[in-house]
């Protein structure tokens, strides 16, 4: 049988749900983050959402697509509604622990502190847990009860505009002597790519930019949650769990090792001699391709910079892509614009600044 993780997820869905809308001006919840992050972690071998689905028809259709099982809650008998439903996914969970023992780790979606017994329970049983939450509405009763845990509002692909913390407000399932609430992190850590300009236009990608992304936004979170190096089928099988239908052959390689080799001579990523005969190990390449990628953004600020003063970091990546059609900092293994900035500021190659009046990043080349 395969060493990966076998992962149940278990969703309390209104509480995401609201927490996204009220916390981070969502209206809708994007369930493709978690799944991409899950199947970085493991096979995700159950998924379950409960709510009373008759408030999230949308979310619903889109849930079901994604092969997430959906137990419904009616929430129409006063205040005994929430703990019907909160009892229900724990006892659930806890049978799943008991009667499949395959199942090596909980993913548990929520940021209600009812949940921890859950939890400890659960680690009792020598089973992994995975917590999931929007940090502004995540109590602090739950991150360390987990073995690890995800805000929702930093994983790669949510494009969240953080509410500020004046307009926000306590769904109506945490009124109830609700603990202290995580503290939000600052704008620095929460804000996610900017939204991009109305009249810019992307340039299309081309097949091979897709797989260079899918690759390297793939072996990037492999390598940050991982204890050594990154093998060839442990990145293989990575990427066939956030997408099956991915094939080489449709990129025109007969095999994965030889799209691998290709990526290498384009300097993507780096392949050295694994444990195994035929299953290398992948990183990314030291002081080549990103290098490259550092120079067309300092060389744009720096342009920008002239001529107008630092510039925002809103709409900069278009700036880039006037220059180098196509541009993705996902090629480099960076899962959001942002952060491939931070990494340019933590090479000492741009400064940040927030400035509260453009509610924005300004960014200036250092020297």
């Given at each position: 049988?395969?060493?990966?993780?076998?992962?149940?997820?278990?969703?309390?869905?209104?509480?995401?749900?609201?927490?996204?809308?009220?916390?981070?001006?969502?209206?809708e919840?994007?369930?493709?983050?978690?799944?991409?992050?899950?199947?970085?972690?493991?096979?995700?071998?159950?998924?379950?959402?409960?709510?009373?689905?008759?408030?999230?028809?949308?979310d619903?259709?889109?849930?079901?697509?994604?092969q997430?099982?959906?137990?419904?809650?009616?929430q129409?008998?006063?205040g005994?509604?929430?703990?019907?439903?909160?009892?229900?996914?724990?006892?659930?969970?806890?049978?799943m622990?008991?009667?499949?023992?395959?199942?090596?780790?909980?993913?548990?979606?929520?940021?209600?502190?009812?949940?921890?017994?859950?939890?400890?329970?659960?680690?009792?049983?020598?089973?992994?847990?995975?917590?999931?939450g929007?940090?502004?509405?995540?109590?602090?009763l739950?991150?360390?009860?987990?073995?690890?845990?995800?805000?929702?509002?930093?994983?790669?692909?949510?494009?969240?505009?953080?509410?500020?913390?004046?307009?926000?407000?306590?769904?109506?399932?945490?009124?109830?002597?609700?603990?202290?609430?995580?503290?939000?992190?600052?704008?620095?850590?929460?804000?996610?790519?900017?939204?991009?300009e109305?009249?810019?236009?992307?340039?299309?990608?081309?097949?091979?930019?897709?797989?260079?992304?899918?690759?390297?936004?793939?072996?990037?979170?492999?390598?940050?949650?991982s204890?050594?190096?990154?093998?060839?089928?442990?990145?293989?099988?990575?990427?066939?769990?956030?997408?099956?239908?991915?094939?080489?052959?449709?990129?025109?390689?007969?095999?994965?090792g030889?799209?691998l080799?290709?990526?290498?001579?384009?300097?993507?990523?780096?392949?050295?001699?694994?444990?195994?005969?035929?299953?290398?190990?992948?990183?990314?390449?030291?002081?080549?391709?990103?290098?490259?990628?550092?120079?067309?953004l300092?060389d744009?600020?720096?342009?920008?910079?002239?001529?107008?003063g630092?510039?925002?970091?809103?709409?900069?990546?278009?700036?880039?892509?006037?220059?180098?059609?196509?541009?993705?900092?996902?090629?480099?293994?960076?899962?959001?614009?942002?952060?491939?900035?931070?990494?340019?500021?933590?090479?000492?190659l741009?400064?940040?600044?927030?400035?509260?009046?453009s509610?924005?990043?300004?960014?200036?080349?250092?020297?």
């Amino acid at each position: 049988m395969s060493s990966d993780e076998r992962i149940a997820l278990f969703l309390d869905y209104e509480n995401l749900a609201i927490g996204a809308r009220e916390g981070l001006g969502i209206p809708e919840f994007d369930f493709a983050p978690i799944a991409d992050a899950l199947a970085e972690r493991g096979r995700v071998v159950a998924r379950r959402a409960y709510a009373d689905w008759s408030s999230f028809g949308e979310d619903r259709r889109l849930l079901t697509r994604a092969q997430v099982e959906l137990i419904e809650m009616p929430q129409r008998m006063g205040g005994s509604r929430k703990n019907a439903a909160d009892i229900k996914m724990a006892v659930d969970a806890v049978e799943m622990a008991y009667e499949r023992a395959f199942i090596t780790t909980f993913a548990i979606g929520t940021g209600d502190s009812d949940f921890t017994p859950l939890v400890h329970k659960l680690r009792e049983l020598d089973k992994k847990v995975i917590g999931i939450g929007v940090a502004s509405s995540t109590s602090a009763l739950l991150p360390p009860a987990c073995d690890e845990f995800l805000f929702y509002d930093r994983l790669p692909g949510v494009d969240a505009a953080p509410v500020p913390r004046r307009a926000r407000g306590l769904s109506s399932r945490s009124n109830r002597a609700a603990p202290r609430l995580v503290t939000p992190a600052p704008a620095e850590d929460t804000r996610e790519e900017p939204v991009k300009e109305p009249d810019a236009v992307e340039a299309p990608a081309t097949p091979d930019t897709d797989v260079s992304a899918l690759i390297t936004q793939t072996l990037a979170g492999l390598a940050r949650h991982s204890d050594g190096p990154v093998l060839a089928s442990t990145l293989k099988r990575a990427i066939l769990r956030k997408d099956p239908t991915f094939d080489e052959a449709d990129e025109g390689f007969r095999g994965f090792g030889e799209l691998l080799r290709h990526l290498e001579g384009r300097r993507v990523v780096a392949l050295r001699e694994g444990s195994g005969r035929g299953d290398p190990e992948v990183a990314f390449p030291e002081g080549t391709a990103d290098q490259d990628a550092f120079g067309l953004l300092v060389d744009v600020v720096r342009d920008l910079q002239s001529r107008g003063g630092a510039p925002p970091l809103s709409g900069l990546k278009n700036q880039l892509r006037k220059h180098t059609p196509g541009f993705s900092e996902k090629r480099y293994g960076f899962n959001t614009f942002l952060s491939f900035v931070k990494a340019a500021r933590a090479r000492d190659l741009l400064t940040m600044r927030w400035d509260d009046e453009s509610g924005d990043y300004l960014l200036s080349v250092v020297g």
